[in-house]
């Protein structure tokens, strides 16, 4: 099928976004990499020369809980001193002007709550980075949300604010100097068992989603036509995420790709239709440019959308 001759034209899309109604956005961590927070993926993929995925897993933290705490309570900590950007927020200003809006996020750092994003318009797909749960698969113990930073003194190293000097590397990222080893005793304990250990509340790699989360979602997407689907800051590698936009997709959908590299020759390969579109850059910038017949225009002094 040939590509939309204006696949990058953002008045082409907002004669496509005055003709909708049904609009759902699939979002990755590429949305929040304005705020400041590593995807984890590409250039920096690495956490102290691990890779990321690495440390997210069940048999990773059965292996060294220590080390993985360290890793998600630095990544706890950076999500606490960042600020959500123009496109957390223009998002959260289309769910507030659209009730047939749906947003899904891989991500787990919290901001789209911060944007004050209507929660019955948001479905976090991979958990919160501040959710805490009992790793004990025979224990029901959860903390929908804890923002203390450190959780307790043996994470202290992970608390420690970034250098304001881009030229300064981080005490904690330091590979030339070992990680403390700290025994499981140290960590936080389930309050419920007071046996097993906490532990984040995010999916891990080896873990299923929600059941529950997915039949809604599914739902939603089965029970009419979409119009138009954002795929927002992400590489589209992760499934079941990946295939969602797809399952979307019917007959004058438009699946618009958001992203830095959504207008290489390897993002426009994902054009599949004539009603997709592709906008390569930096999501917090672009997403307020093509929402803005809805949302209003993007006031950075005032930190809101003016209409």
């Given at each position: 099928m040939p590509r939309n001759p204006n696949y990058n034209s953002i008045p082409a899309f907002h004669a496509k976004l005055a003709r909708s109604r049904r609009i759902l956005a699939v979002c990755g961590a590429g949305l929040s990499a304005?705020?400041?927070?590593?995807?984890?993926?590409?250039?920096?993929g690495l956490w102290r020369n691990y890779e990321a995925t690495a440390l997210a897993s069940p048999k990773a933290f059965k292996n060294d809980p220590g080390m993985v705490w360290m890793f998600y309570a630095y990544r706890r900590h950076m999500a606490l001193r960042a600020e959500p950007n123009a496109g957390h927020y223009a998002l959260a200003e289309l769910a507030r002007q659209n009730p047939e809006f749906l947003c899904l996020s891989q991500n787990v750092d919290n901001l789209h709550i911060r944007a004050n994003h209507p929660s019955g318009q948001l479905k976090l797909l991979h958990g919160s980075l501040f959710a805490l749960k009992c790793s004990s698969p025979t224990c029901s113990y959860t903390e929908p949300e804890n923002l203390e930073s450190p959780l307790c003194p043996a994470l202290a190293a992970a608390a420690v604010d970034a250098p304001s000097s881009p030229t300064e590397?981080?005490?904690l990222l330091d590979t030339t100097k070992p990680l403390p080893t700290i025994p499981p005793s140290s960590l936080p304990h389930c309050a419920q068992c007071q046996t097993a250990l906490l532990r984040p509340g995010v999916v891990w790699f080896g873990e299923?989603?929600?059941?529950?989360?997915?039949?809604?979602?599914?739902?939603?997407?089965?029970?009419?036509?979409?119009d138009v689907v954002l795929v927002v800051g992400?590489?589209?590698?992760?499934?079941?995420?990946?295939?969602?936009?797809?399952?979307?997709?019917?007959?004058?959908?438009?699946?618009?790709?958001?992203?830095?590299?959504?207008?290489?020759?390897?993002?426009?390969?994902?054009?599949?239709?004539?009603?997709?579109?592709?906008?390569?850059?930096?999501?917090?910038?672009?997403?307020?440019?093509?929402?803005?017949?809805?949302?209003?225009?993007?006031?950075?002094?005032?930190?809101?959308?003016?209409?």
């Open positions: 304005s705020s400041g927070l590593p995807t984890f993926r590409g250039a920096d590397i981080h005490p299923s989603l929600d059941s529950d989360m997915l039949a809604d979602m599914d739902e939603w997407i089965r029970r009419e036509k979409v992400t590489s589209s590698l992760v499934w079941p995420a990946a295939g969602i936009a797809e399952a979307a997709r019917g007959p004058g959908t438009s699946v618009v790709h958001v992203n830095v590299d959504a207008e290489s020759p390897e993002g426009l390969a994902r054009l599949v239709d004539k009603e997709d579109f592709s906008f390569g850059g930096d999501a917090a910038e672009v997403l307020p440019r093509l929402l803005e017949p809805v949302v209003g225009r993007w006031d950075e002094e005032r930190g809101e959308f003016r209409r």
